[in-house]
């Protein structure tokens, strides 16, 4: 069992809310990615941190954003919600290269839908 | 642009069969493998990794194929079992480059008892 959690869960929330997913991982992990996956969908990479202060944009064009103060937290924020960010966002961590393992581990997610 | 193609997207195989999961590749820099298994509700969990520096990697049952020249690999699941339903991700990265994972689209495998 990975030791990374995201809260909440599931997330049913009004149009032009702000929201906050939160993600922690206690495996000290440098690295640390936000996906975005649609039911039986593939995963795209939406943010991609390598350490603290450290964010990047990912492949899919998103319009959340997120933080990274602390090496164990990486929260993911919208500041509108709309009913086209309805969808599920998996956190992720995963360890530097040269460590034994490069394996990324998965939360088990956020499904938020926006009505 | 799709950089990594899965197929099939969907399987149906008895009790005691073999699935078989295929996946392409375009990025040649890519240099590590994944195969992840989700469950609904649940997020993915790697399942077995392969380097390009060998053709195969056996994890009880579970086979990766790889093919460096076709840059294409697979999955086998040798005597599938109805707990193995799930969904089946195959993946690429570059872990040099920040091991952010490139994923194909999925296959929804059941095996039935």
């Known amino acids: 069992e990975a030791d990374i959690y995201q809260t909440p869960r599931y997330l049913v929330i009004g149009t032009g809310k702000k929201i906050t997913l939160e993600c922690s991982q206690t495996?000290?992990?440098?690295?640390m990615y936000w996906y975005q996956q649609d039911p039986g969908m593939e995963l795209h990479l939406i943010h991609y941190?390598?350490?603290?202060?450290?964010?990047e944009k990912g492949d899919l064009s998103s319009e959340s954003t997120v933080s990274r103060i602390r090496t164990e937290h990486f929260p993911l924020t919208l500041e509108s919600a709309r009913p086209s960010h309805t969808s599920q966002y998996l956190c992720?961590?995963?360890?530097?290269?040269?460590?034994?393992?490069?394996?990324?581990?998965f939360g088990q997610g956020t499904r938020l839908t926006v009505v | 642009q799709q950089q990594v193609k899965q197929s099939p997207q969907s399987l149906i195989v008895q009790k005691g069969g073999i699935s078989i999961i295929n996946c392409a590749y375009e990025?040649?820099?890519?240099?590590?493998f994944p195969w992840y298994q989700q469950f609904p509700g649940k997020g993915p969990a790697l399942l077995i990794a392969?380097?390009?520096?060998?053709s195969e990697k056996k994890e009880g049952r579970f086979t990766i194929s790889f093919n460096k020249s076709a840059k294409q690999f697979s999955l086998h699941i040798m005597d599938s079992q109805p707990g193995d339903s799930a969904t089946y991700f195959c993946?690429?990265?570059?872990?040099?480059?920040?091991?952010?994972?490139?994923f194909g689209g999925g296959t929804r495998v059941l095996v039935k008892p």
């Open positions: 495996m000290g992990h440098d690295k």
């Open positions: 992720a961590s995963s360890a530097t290269l040269g460590l034994p393992n490069t394996e990324a581990f």
């Open positions: 941190s390598y350490g603290v202060n450290s964010t």
């Open positions: 392969i380097r390009p520096d060998v």
């Open positions: 990025n040649t820099a890519f240099d590590y």
């Open positions: 993946a690429a990265s570059i872990p040099a480059a920040g091991n952010k994972l490139t």
